[in-house]
T-cell receptor
Framework: NAGVTQTPKFRVLKTGQSMTLLCAQDMNHEYMYWYRQDPGMGLRLIHYSVGEGTTAKGEVPDGYNVSRLKKQNFLLGLESAAPSQTSVYFC????????????FGPGTRLTVT | TQLLEQSPQFLSIQEGENLTVYCNSSSVFSSLQWYRQEPGEGPVLLVTVVTGGEVKKLKRLTFQFGDARKDSSLHITAAQPGDTGLYLCAGWDNYGQNFVFGPGTRLSVLP
């Protein structure tokens, strides 16, 4: 059981470039989430998914898009990266929503110059 | 303004001391979770509190949910260096559309 994995672990982008972060889980969880973590601000929810083929906006969705074509994968896209998107990105999954534990991946450190 | 506030922001204590960290909100939460995060890793769930006034114990850690379900506390007895980390409280907002985290309390336990 790998749990939640994220690809890549580190990435440096130039302003205006695009990229996709991949999250995969092998626990058959329905819910998946993308967060960003910035110093002093805890984690903030970008987008989440309640099942295959569905997505919903979180607290800070602007500048990001997501897709959940397969139950086990959740992709986060940056179409035109900006320095304000420099952050550590975490993916998580849970079986259901209310009160259920979220299992987190190890994070992706993204720097936009 | 964040929906969940945590205090203190930083805490540095000696091994063996007791400590309490707080998580507060002006909103009611149906449940709150506490996570611990170590450097370079994702958060790991410690506990979920659901009922107002509920107290849960996890070895030396005691969690309490306020009667009005707007606040929670984490008390650690006889802290150890292994307790060092970032402690985060979190929960779904009133509308159930956003899972919010507090900014965290960064704890350092010195041997």
């Amino acid at each position: 059981n790998a749990g939640v994995t994220q690809t890549p672990k580190f990435r440096v982008l130039k302003t205006g470039q695009s990229m996709t972060l991949l999250c995969a889980q092998d626990m058959n969880h329905e819910y998946m989430y993308w967060y960003r973590q910035d110093p002093g601000m805890g984690l903030r929810l970008i987008h989440y998914s309640v099942g295959e083929g569905t997505t919903a906006k979180g607290e800070v969705p602007d500048g990001y898009n997501v897709s959940r074509l397969k139950k086990q994968n959740f992709l986060l896209g940056l179409e035109s990266a900006a320095p304000s998107q420099t952050s550590v990105y975490f993916c998580a999954s849970s079986y259901t929503r209310t009160g259920d534990e979220q299992y987190f991946g190890p994070g992706t450190r993204l720097t936009v110059t | 303004t964040q929906l969940l506030e945590q205090s203190p922001q930083f805490l540095s204590i000696q091994e063996g001391e007791n400590l309490t960290v707080y998580c507060n909100s002006s909103s009611v939460f149906s449940s709150l979770q506490w996570y611990r995060q170590e450097p370079g890793e994702g958060p790991v769930l410690l506990v979920t509190v659901v009922t107002g006034g509920e107290v849960k114990k996890l070895k030396r850690l005691t969690f309490q949910f306020g009667d009005a379900r707007k606040d929670s506390s984490l008390h650690i007895t006889a802290a150890q260096p292994g307790d060092t980390g970032l402690y985060l409280c979190a929960g779904w907002d009133n509308y159930g559309q956003n899972f919010v985290f507090g900014p965290g309390t960064r704890l350092s336990v010195l041997p």
